[in-house]
């Protein structure tokens, strides 16, 4: 079992940053990759970012490119996700995701492939 707590979340003014922390902890020792997806009232649940535990490649939706970034610190077992020059429709539930096993039917980018989800933490940017 893996437990994903994620926090950072609030309300902030268009334009400002946020950093989002999602702190592991159970079996993580085979983690093989973490991702954020968010979900806006009325929304699917979309992909934001995701991170390879080993590696650190990263990708992102086109929607948040160049504007957030996710990390990972293997020592504390945490994903964070940057997110800079926030806009109001950056508004949802961001949802931590992991995924503890490879295998090649993985896709970064859909939520079905993760394993493990925490609760959410919201994020509401007002214009």
């Known amino acids: 079992q893996v437990q994903l707590v994620e926090s950072g979340g609030g309300l902030v003014q268009a334009g400002a940053s946020l950093r989002l922390s999602c702190a592991t902890s159970g079996r993580t020792f085979s983690m093989y990759a973490m991702g954020w997806f968010r979900q806006a009232p009325g929304k699917e649940r979309e992909f934001v970012a995701a991170?390879?535990?080993?590696?650190?490649?990263?990708y992102y939706a086109d929607s948040v490119k160049g504007r957030f970034t996710i990390s990972r610190d293997n020592a504390k077992n945490t994903v964070y996700l940057q997110m800079n020059s926030l806009k109001p429709e950056d508004t949802a539930v961001y949802y931590c995701?992991?995924?503890?096993?490879?295998?090649?039917?993985?896709?970064?980018?859909?939520?079905?492939?993760?394993?493990?989800w925490g609760q959410g933490t919201q994020v509401t940017v007002s214009s």
């Open positions: 995701a992991a995924r503890t096993y490879y295998s090649s039917t993985y896709v970064y980018a859909r939520a079905y492939t993760y394993n493990y």
């Open positions: 991170v390879i535990w080993s590696s650190g490649n990263a």
